[in-house]
């Protein structure tokens, strides 16, 4: 997950065709999808973000790293569109239930998990947001289809961990 992606040389889109343009750009919208997923799976792991983690947690009920994802890109997020399009897919059903955690009626996996273990639990999280996008292309189409990827100067590591840390959103 957060091996980096090469960002594709820049193009001056002078002499070329159609085809050569759409391609630059699908190529484009891979690296930004990839770029976007691992800034957060990087800064959701970084022990400064624990503070703003544990933040959102609520205590005595359920939570999800589905729940806890949605609330710290609703409180943080770099983009609302493309943060939208990652809750979308984070939100994703899957065969196996997601743990719950923190659950009062004794449902959950555990009491109250840690700050390193809810970094854990969310990088795991990115992780199949990443594999729902790069295994299925509705879902990359999905994710893109807005064009919320297409631009450039999405936020990178730095800023989002810095948001984390101090509690400040960044970005649009």
């Not at 939100?91 to 659950?103: D, F, S």
Request: proline residues 4%.
């Amino acid at each position: 997950m957060a091996t980096a992606c090469p960002q594709p040389a820049p193009s001056t889109f002078t002499n070329i065709t159609t085809d050569q343009a759409q391609g630059w750009y699908g190529v484009w919208n891979v690296y930004s999808v990839h770029h976007f997923l691992t800034v957060w799976a990087t800064a959701l792991n970084t022990t400064s973000s624990e503070k703003a983690i544990l933040g959102v947690i609520n205590l005595g009920v359920a939570n999800t790293a589905t729940t806890v994802l949605t609330s710290l890109v609703s409180k943080y997020g770099l983009n609302p569109n493309a943060d939208a399009a990652m809750v979308k897919l984070a939100q994703v059903k899957t065969v196996k239930p997601e743990p719950q955690y923190g659950n009062r009626h004794g449902n959950g996996q555990s009491s109250n998990p840690t700050g390193a273990q809810w970094r854990a639990i969310l990088y795991a999280k990115m992780q199949s947001v990443s594999d729902l996008v790069a295994g299925n292309f509705t879902n990359f189409i999905g994710m893109v289809g807005e064009g919320d990827f297409s631009v450039r100067g999405l936020a990178g590591v730095d800023a989002l961990v810095d948001s984390l840390k101090n509690g400040t959103k960044v970005g649009v």
